[in-house]
C-alpha cells in the first residue's frame, strides 16, 4: 500500500501565490500529480509529471502553475501563482506506481476575491 501524505494549501487573496507538496510512502512512481474537486464539480487534473520530467497542464492554469519533483525525496510540488477564486478546490495528490493509482487525503486551497 502507498501512501501520499499532502501539506500546504489554506486561504489566500486572489492574485496571490500557494504551493503544495506531497510525499510518498515509495520511490520511482511513474506519474505523480495533482487533480482538484470544487464543491459541486468533479475531479480534474490540473497537472502531472512523469518520472523523466514531462509535464502536462490543465488549459486552465497554464502559466500560472507549476509541476515539480524530487524523485530523491518522492516529493511532488504545485506551485500556484496568480491564483483566482475559481481555483477554490480540494487538492488531491495522485501518484502512479505499477500502474495503479494512489490517492492523498487532499488539501483545501481557497482564494477570496
Known amino acids: 500500500q502507498v501512501q501520499l501524505v499532502e501539506s500546504g494549501g489554506g486561504l489566500v487573496q486572489a492574485g496571490g501565490s500557494l504551493s503544495v507538496s506531497c510525499v510518498a510512502s515509495?520511490?520511482?512512481?511513474?506519474?505523480l500529480g495533482w487533480h482538484r474537486q470544487a464543491p459541486g464539480k468533479q475531479r480534474e487534473l490540473v497537472a502531472s509529471i512523469t518520472r523523466d520530467g514531462k509535464s502536462t497542464y490543465a488549459d486552465s492554469v497554464k502559466g500560472r502553475f507549476s509541476i515539480s519533483r524530487d524523485n530523491a525525496k518522492n516529493t511532488v510540488y504545485l506551485q500556484m501563482d496568480s491564483l483566482k477564486p475559481e481555483d477554490t478546490a480540494v487538492y488531491y495528490c495522485?501518484?502512479?506506481?505499477?500502474?495503479?493509482?494512489?490517492w492523498g487525503q487532499g488539501t483545501q486551497v481557497t482564494v477570496s476575491s
Open positions: 515509495r520511490s520511482n512512481a511513474l506519474v
Open positions: 495522485y501518484a502512479n506506481f505499477d500502474f495503479r493509482g494512489y
